[in-house]
């Protein structure tokens, strides 16, 4: 689990949760309103969203899939809300899988579904092509999908790694991206995951 503090402000829709990020925990030590609201892209809502005060904790079942944003409501007082968010080290790996067993015990995982060309939940039902499912002969599983990957040395300090079905063109905002950062003394010191296009990698939101 990793444990980070994202300010958001009155007004001002801010992006907190990626889409691997499948168990997350959000509190606030603030008597101030917060406005939760799901997107399936990495857009700003243009809705509404869910309205929680400080006593509730925030989790993906509060709020579903998809990147997951935040603003502190109008009328709370003053201008912005430090919130702790805790997630799961079981984010989305280099495999397509989790990185951790503990992740793959407590939630379901985000498989890409490539007849609606989404991430999705994986379940037994999922993907089925129009073809048939359990109850027409067709299989529930799902079909394997090849992985084209993308390595950008930009320094001794940083490196990105990228990762989509084959077949994905690097403009389009379906890429897995780790940023990886490094000391003086080659040693890994930060591993953030951001998703979006692998030609946008250096100005994407990672967490």
Do not use: C
Not at 60 to 73: N, T
Not at 143 to 158: I, Y
Not at 180 to 201: A, K, L, Y
Request: no cysteine; net charge neutral.
């Amino acid at each position: 689990m990793t444990t980070h503090n994202i300010q958001v402000t009155t007004g001002i829709w801010t992006n907190i949760v990626s889409p691997v990020d499948t168990d997350f925990l959000i509190t606030w030590d603030s008597p101030k309103t917060v406005e939760f609201a799901a997107t399936e892209s990495n857009n700003v809502p243009s809705i509404t969203g869910h309205k929680f005060p400080r006593e509730k904790r925030v989790t993906r079942e509060d709020v579903g899939s998809g990147y997951v944003w935040a603003k502190l409501v109008s009328d709370s007082g003053g201008k912005n809300v430090l919130l702790t968010v805790t997630k799961s080290s079981s984010s989305m790996g280099a495999s397509g899988g989790f990185d951790s067993s503990e992740g793959v015990q407590k939630v379901a995982m985000l498989v890409w579904n490539p007849y609606a060309l989404s991430w999705e939940r994986g379940t037994k039902d999922a993907f089925s092509n129009g073809s048939g499912g359990s109850g027409s002969g067709g299989s529930s599983t799902a079909p394997a999908v090849k992985m084209t990957k993308r390595t950008d040395v930009v320094s001794d300090f940083l490196i990105y790694v990228g990762e989509a079905p084959v077949g994905t063109v690097e403009s389009a905002g379906l890429w897995s991206i780790k940023k990886i950062t490094f000391n003086q003394d080659g040693n890994p010191t930060g591993e953030f995951i951001g998703i979006g296009s692998w030609v946008n990698r250096a100005v994407l939101n990672y967490l």
